[in-house]
């Protein structure tokens, strides 16, 4: 069965210090997507980050990077210099193919980051 | 930027009643998604439109029906709403089906 797991429930990081945030995944298959989304307490979903299987090189998107070990099947979620605004709820999610359509996307539980001042 | 933009926010609901959640999006995207959240589970598909003039079920499509009435727009009904069916509904878009999905603010629905 393909799987997404988070197993830091929460964690706290003093502010401009860097945190990792863990994901493992399970699929068999061979083409495969990673996603990382954070979820403020105002309730909305917002795209960080994208990995695909494929790719050599670790995603970057500013502040975020993607710390891929395929052969561990982990897709860990780096935020440097952490800021306030950081403070939020991050899921990890993976696109699979369900039915021969590469649509679904498979949620992790999530992690709730505190960023302390 | 509106990019997906669902309505109402809030919903409170008697068991029995039926709805209609809505959902628009303005990226010209041509597949659209809905998911509910619930406490420690993540979220899971409902339904999807991978393309104008289809859908299809997701993993928990029981209690729900979708509608894609035109490119913009993928509605969810509940017809006969549960004390279950209480959670936060997200609707979200991409270019095509695999892309990177844009959710919306989401409706938080309470059924008594």
């Known amino acids: 069965a393909q799987k997404i797991t988070q197993t830091q429930p929460g964690m706290f990081v003093q502010e401009k210090e860097a945190v990792t945030l863990d994901c493992t995944y399970d699929?068999?298959?061979?083409?495969?997507?990673l996603f990382w989304y954070k979820q403020p307490s105002s309730g909305e979903m917002i795209f960080l980050i994208y990995q695909g299987s494929y790719d050599q090189q670790n995603a970057t998107e500013g502040r975020y990077s993607l710390n891929f070990q395929k052969a561990r099947k982990s897709a860990n979620l780096v935020i440097s210099a952490s800021q306030l605004g950081d403070s939020a709820m991050y899921f990890c999610a993976m696109r699979r193919r369900y039915g021969g359509a590469t649509n679904k996307l498979i949620f992790g539980t999530g992690t709730l980051l505190a960023v302390q001042p | 930027n509106a990019g997906v933009t669902q309505t109402p926010k809030f919903q409170v609901l008697k068991t029995g009643q039926s709805m209609t959640l809505q959902c628009a999006q303005d990226?010209?995207?041509?597949?659209m998604y809905w998911y509910r959240q619930d406490p420690g589970m993540g979220l899971r598909l409902i339904y999807y439109s991978a393309s104008e003039g289809t859908t299809d079920k997701g993993e928990v499509p029981n209690g729900y029906n979708v509608s894609r009435l035109n490119k913009r727009e993928f509605s969810l009904r509940l017809e006969s709403a549960a004390p279950s069916q209480t959670s936060v509904y997200f609707c979200?878009?991409?270019?095509?089906?695999?892309?990177?999905?844009?959710f919306g603010a989401g409706t938080r629905l309470s059924v008594l």
């Open positions: 990226m010209n995207h041509n597949s």
């Open positions: 979200a878009s991409s270019v095509n089906r695999g892309d990177i999905q844009y």
């Open positions: 699929t068999s298959d061979p083409s495969y997507g």
